[in-house]
């Protein structure tokens, strides 16, 4: 299939530090991919490009054959990008289905007057809105927790709630922040599950930023893997695996022999 995001020769600096160096990625529509790579690797550097939050400084980054980078975040998202966050980013004193409700703004069409004089338009969207909140704790299994304090969720939860709040804004491109950071075994499997049944329900591309090298080699179709910025390696899980440069990347030369690629992030801490 035709890739849907493209990204040409980026390159993003702060100051003297390249924290994304010329990088050249794709991924496919509906295709479920990762980038990995050592701390400090530009991972979440090259995220923040992609959704706005950061203007490389050179390069192209095109999302359905329209280039995006120097747009607004807000924009990007209209456009069909959403994301997740490494450190969970709810709105802790509002209710969970209140935060499903914030991810529609980008999809909502009224003005500001409307809200204040309650407009009939005003009522009838906000039905919609909330009925369509509903649907979405419904499907990640939250609405006996529609109502309390989202900073009172369970962790596991926290992660699926962020999940939800980024399917309201009708995305078709979701970047998860490593989505199974903090869980147990039991929770990381229920996460890659979920995922895949994410992508295949709602149609999904999805890319990943992940640490759990199980994660990555279970879920992902193609492994994009960075260090000090640059892309050392790209192929399938099993090209990735026993790749000597990615192997280094983790553990310095001459310290990884006879490792996967799998087994050195494991090593390294």
């Not at 550097?45 to 706005?52: A, L, M, Y």
């Not at 203007?55 to 280039?67: D, L, S, T, W």
């Not at 926290?158 to 929770?187: C, H, Y």
């Not at 149609?203 to 080699?217: C, P, Q, R, W």
Request: glycine share 8%; hydrophobic share 45%; proline share 5%.
């Amino acid at each position: 299939m035709a890739p849907i995001l493209v990204a040409r020769k980026v390159t993003k600096r702060f100051g003297g530090l390249v924290a994304v160096n010329e990088l050249d990625f794709e991924i496919e529509e509906h295709a479920i991919a990762s980038v990995i790579g050592p701390n400090g690797a530009g991972k979440t550097t090259f995220f923040n490009c992609i959704t706005g939050f950061y203007v490389p400084e050179e390069g192209v980054i095109e999302f359905e054959g329209k280039e995006i980078q120097g747009l607004r975040p807000d924009k990007i998202t209209t456009m069909g990008i959403a994301r997740t966050y490494q450190n969970i980013r709810l709105f802790g004193k509002m209710s969970a289905i209140e935060n499903v409700m914030v991810g529609m703004h980008p999809r909502l069409s009224l003005h500001w007057w409307d809200a204040v004089i309650h407009t009939p338009a005003f009522v009838r969207q906000e039905r919609k809105v909330l009925r369509r909140a509903w649907e979405l704790l419904d499907y990640i299994g939250l609405t006996d927790w529609a109502n309390h304090q989202a900073n009172s969720l369970p962790y596991g939860a926290q992660r699926r709630l962020e999940i939800a709040r980024a399917l309201a804004s009708e995305p078709k491109l979701l970047l998860l922040d490593e989505p199974t950071a903090g869980m147990n075994p039991q929770e990381t499997a229920e996460m890659i599950e979920f995922i895949r049944k994410l992508r295949d329900d709602w149609n999904l591309t999805i890319l990943l930023i992940e640490h759990d090298m199980k994660v990555v080699m279970t879920i992902s179709e193609k492994i994009t893997v960075l260090d000090f910025g640059t892309k050392i390696a790209e192929g399938k899980p099993e090209e990735i695996q026993r790749n000597p440069r990615v192997i280094e990347a983790y553990l310095g030369r001459g310290a990884a022999s006879g490792l996967s690629a799998a087994e050195a992030p494991a090593q390294a801490a």
